[in-house]
């Protein structure tokens, strides 16, 4: 998980493990690799905070180091556009990390604004959630299914 709200990152956290998913733990390798692109206030951890002066840049250089480690088999990226940095190329940054090959699922709340970009991910094929609650519901869904198709396919 990785968000520039820490709230809004352990509401989430907290509704994965109640839906029966555990939280990913970073290679020490991303983990240090992390470290060099936020500051030292950061949290990484797992959510891992952004803080709420997290840019584009910032998500552009994490989110591709994440989704390499393979400890981590999906992203839920919170966007708290209306109080942080963030701009509509978060968009494409979000959009192109599908060339990884996990799913990744976004978290955007707000008003105007934040709705437009929600607009553009979903237009770009990235599913989005209005509450930490409905996208750790959605990724935790999105687990089940694999599992039944795994055990179907025996």
Partial sequence: MITDGGGFGILAADALIQGGLRLSKLS?????????????????????????????????????????????????????????????????????AKRFKKPILVCMAGGEYTSLHRKMLEEKGVPTYSSPETAADALSGLCRYQKMMRLRNC
Wanted: hydrophobic content about 45%; aromatic content about 2%; cysteine-free.
């Fill in 28 to 96: 020490d390798k991303t983990a240090n690799q992390v470290k060099a692109h936020v500051p030292l206030y950061a949290s990484v951890s797992n959510p891992l905070d952004l803080t709420g002066d997290a840019d584009t840049a910032r998500y552009k250089s994490v989110l591709p180091l994440v989704l390499n480690d393979d400890n981590v088999d999906a992203v839920l990226a919170i966007l708290l556009m209306q109080i942080s940095s963030l701009d509509s190329e978060i968009v494409d940054v979000i959009a192109s």
